[in-house]
C-alpha cells in the first residue's frame, strides 16, 4: 500500500447519482478484487473508501453514488485532474478456485468490486451468476458489462420499475438459483438477509473509517464465535468469510 498522485483518466455519470472514474496508477499489479482505496478530496477532512471496481494495467476503476460532500465534491473532478490515492487497502475476495457454480450478490454501492470479481472467477472457467439489486430503474448500473464478460445475470428493483420486483432474495427464488457459494456486497439488511439462507463464500461490509489501515479502530467488527475478539473492516477485512462477524 502506497500514497500517490493518480491523474483522473475519465468521469462519467453511468447512474442516477452514480459515477465512474478511471484512474491511472502505479499500483494496478497490487490490486485484488475486494480491495478498497482511500482519497483524499479537497475540503473534507478524512479520505473517502472506495471499492476498487476494475484494474487494468495502468489504470483502475471505482464507481460511486453521491451521498455526502465528500462523494458530491468528487463527482465535480474531472479528467486531467490529480487525486491522492491510498491504496490498495484491506482484505479481498478469496478466490476458491475450486468453486465452479459461484454467485455473486450485489446491492446498489456494493455492485462495483465484484465486477473485476467476476472477472477472476470467469478466468478460473467457474459459471458466474450475478443478482444486482437497486431501488429503482434509473439507479442501475453495470447489467450489461457484467453480461458482457460473459456472467448469467438478474436485476431487482424494490420498486418494481425493472426487472424482478423486490429484493435480491426475491430475484433468486423466482429464478430457481441454487448456487450455495456465494460472494456479496451490500448494504447491511442485504447481508443479513442473505446470513439466514447461505454458510458458504463471502462478505464484504462498510464501515465509517478514518485511518484506512489499521491504526484508529474507527471500524471494528466482533467475531462471531470468540468473546472479547474484534476485527477492523479496513484490515482484517473489508472481506469476511459468512459467518466469521456479527453484523450489526
Ligand atoms: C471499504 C469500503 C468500500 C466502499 N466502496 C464504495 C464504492 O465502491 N462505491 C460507493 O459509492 N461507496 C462506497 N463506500 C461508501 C463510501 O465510502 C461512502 O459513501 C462515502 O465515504 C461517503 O462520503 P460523503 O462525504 O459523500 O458522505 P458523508 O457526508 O460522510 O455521509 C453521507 C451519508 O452516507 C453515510 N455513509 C458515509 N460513509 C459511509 C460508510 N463508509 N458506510 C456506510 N454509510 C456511510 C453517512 O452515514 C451519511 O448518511 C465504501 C465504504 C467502505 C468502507
Ligand atoms: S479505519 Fe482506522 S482502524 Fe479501520
Redesign the pocket.
Known amino acids: 500500500m502506497k500514497t500517490e498522485k493518480g491523474t483522473i483518466l475519465r468521469q462519467e455519470c453511468i447512474a442516477k447519482d452514480?459515477y465512474r472514474m478511471v484512474i491511472t496508477t502505479t499500483q494496478s499489479a497490487d490490486m485484488n478484487p475486494g480491495q478498497?482505496v482511500n482519497l483524499a478530496?479537497a475540503n473534507?477532512m478524512l479520505r473517502?473508501?472506495?471499492?476498487i471496481?476494475s484494474i487494468d494495467k495502468d489504470s483502475f476503476t471505482?464507481?460511486?453514488?453521491?451521498?455526502?460532500?465528500?462523494?458530491?465534491l468528487?463527482s465535480r473532478m474531472y479528467a486531467g485532474e490529480c487525486i491522492d490515492v491510498f491504496g490498495p487497502?484491506?482484505n479481498g475476495y478469496v478466490i476458491e478456485e475450486r468453486e465452479q457454480e459461484v454467485l455473486l450478490i450485489g446491492g446498489g454501492?456494493?455492485v462495483?468490486?465484484l465486477y473485476e470479481l467476476a472477472k477472476r472467477y470467469l478466468r478460473c472457467g467457474a459459471h458466474v451468476d450475478v443478482v444486482l439489486g437497486f431501488h429503482d430503474e434509473p439507479s442501475i448500473f453495470y447489467e450489461q458489462e457484467f453480461r458482457d464478460l460473459g456472467c448469467e445475470v438478474y436485476v431487482a428493483t424494490m420498486d418494481g420499475s425493472y426487472a424482478h420486483q423486490g429484493t435480491v432474495l426475491d430475484a433468486i427464488d423466482q429464478e430457481g438459483i441454487k448456487t450455495s457459494f456465494i460472494c456479496a456486497c451490500g448494504p447491511l439488511p442485504m447481508l443479513k438477509a442473505l446470513e439466514q439462507r447461505y454458510t458458504k463464500g463471502y462478505f464484504?461490509?462498510?464501515?465509517?473509517?478514518a485511518c484506512g489501515m489499521g491504526a484508529c479502530m474507527a471500524?471494528i467488527a466482533k467475531d462471531a464465535r470468540e468473546a472479547d475478539m474484534y476485527h477492523r473492516?479496513?484490515k482484517e477485512?473489508?472481506v469476511f468469510a459468512i459467518g466469521k462477524v456479527v453484523l450489526v
Open positions: 452514480t478498497f478530496i473534507v473517502r473508501p472506495i471499492s471496481c471505482i464507481i460511486y453514488k453521491v451521498v455526502g460532500k465528500g462523494t458530491a468528487l487497502l484491506g454501492a456494493g462495483p468490486p464484504s461490509l462498510e464501515a465509517r473509517m471500524c473492516i479496513c477485512g473489508p
